[in-house]
T-cell receptor, first 112, second 115 residues
């Protein structure tokens, strides 16, 4: 399978715990995006990487959120001190050019 | 700020018939892309069709076509010969080329194809 993969697919955690999600983009895609989608809504942009450089972060990304893309390959999104409002689907997308984004299956986070 | 509006929360269509999903957007950009994405119940987002704003010709992909009205900032999706597998949430999205092409999505339209 050469599509975008995300791990884990589901994560249940207690409020206050830290969680980390991983995204593996399509090979050789230099652009990588993270989005957050709450139930019944469209995805909202969180952050964008071009290769290993994080070029933009949304105001939605509070100080508790951090994302990395070491060596320009896979990316991780960490949420510290999770809150119930963080419950959502976290989507990763990658692309080789500016007019395409291929999405992964997402990580569904439930904060109890 | 760039916004995308989908005014139809839910739509239904009979199998084999045609349905049109509406989308309007607001942008001050001159060059941008517009997209329709499909998200089936399994929730993996799939690109259905895309349109370059500087191209006047409407994009077509098999049974899917768009009606792009740049002056009206309208971008509707027409699905012909609807199939049960078309049942999904459909999102309209535009990108901001200046900012790494991050996508701005509408709230989505649930499409149900009935047999």
């Amino acid at each position: 399978d050469t599509g975008v993969s995300q791990d884990p697919r589901h994560k249940i955690t207690k409020r206050g715990q830290n969680v980390t999600f991983r995204c593996d983009p399509i090979s050789e895609h230099n652009r990588l995006y993270w989005y957050r989608q709450t139930l019944g809504q469209g995805p909202e942009f969180l952050t964008y990487f071009q290769n290993e450089a994080q070029l933009e972060k949304s105001r939605l990304l509070s100080d508790r959120f951090s994302a990395e893309r070491p060596k320009g390959s896979f990316s991780t999104l960490e949420i510290q001190r999770t809150e119930q409002g963080d419950s959502a689907m976290y989507l990763c997308a990658s692309g080789a050019t500016y007019n395409e984004q291929f999405f992964g299956p997402g990580t569904r986070l439930t904060v109890l | 700020a760039q916004t995308v509006t989908q005014s139809q929360p839910e739509m239904s269509v009979q199998e084999a018939e045609t349905v049109t999903l509406s989308c309007t957007y607001d942008t001050s950009e001159n060059n941008y892309y517009l997209f329709w994405y499909k998200q089936p119940p399994s929730r993996q987002m799939i690109l259905v069709i895309r349109q370059e704003a500087y191209k006047q010709q409407n994009a077509t992909e098999n049974r899917f076509s768009v009606n792009f009205q740049k002056a009206a900032k309208s971008f509707s999706l027409k699905i012909s010969d609807s199939q049960l597998g078309d049942t999904a949430m459909y999102f309209c999205a535009s990108d901001l080329m200046e900012y790494g092409n991050k996508l701005v999505f509408g709230a989505g339209t649930i499409l149900r194809v009935k047999s």
